[in-house]
């Protein structure tokens, strides 16, 4: 069993920064794939980042490319989603999820809320213009 908490959800302007973590407890290193998610008022949960155990693969969503930046501190057991020039439509529920290894070095199925098993309940991301 995983356990994940997300925090760091702030309301900020557009073009600042935000840091999200993700506390994880249960965590078999060698078995999981990371990742962070958002969903917007009436839209479907999307891929936002994704990283491999030993961080060499990470995926990142199109609009976020460049912007944001997924990481991960072993030692902590803690996963992080670095985000810099914040836009309004960056504005959802962030949630990070863990899931088996396997799928993380395949861009399209890393990116797919149906290959991870755990979820955080999410962190509330507001960016005004």
């Known amino acids: 069993q995983v356990h994940l908490v997300d925090s760091g959800g702030d309301s900020v302007q557009a073009g600042m920064s935000l840091r999200l973590s993700c506390a994880v407890d249960g965590w078999a290193e060698s078995r999981t794939c990371m990742g962070w998610f958002r969903e917007a008022p009436g839209k479907e949960r999307e891929g936002v980042a994704s990283i491999s155990s030993d961080g060499d693969i990470q995926y990142y969503t199109d609009s976020v490319k460049g912007r944001f930046t997924i990481s991960q501190d072993n030692a902590k057991n803690t996963l992080y989603l670095q985000m810099r020039d914040l836009k309004p439509e960056d504005t959802a529920l962030y949630l990070c999820?863990?899931?088996?290894?396997?799928?993380?070095?395949?861009?399209?199925?890393?990116?797919?809320?149906?290959?991870?098993?755990?979820w955080g309940k999410g962190t509330q991301v507001t960016v005004s213009s």
């Open positions: 999820a863990a899931g088996p290894g396997t799928f993380c070095s395949d861009a399209y199925r890393a990116m797919r809320r149906t290959w991870y098993d755990y």
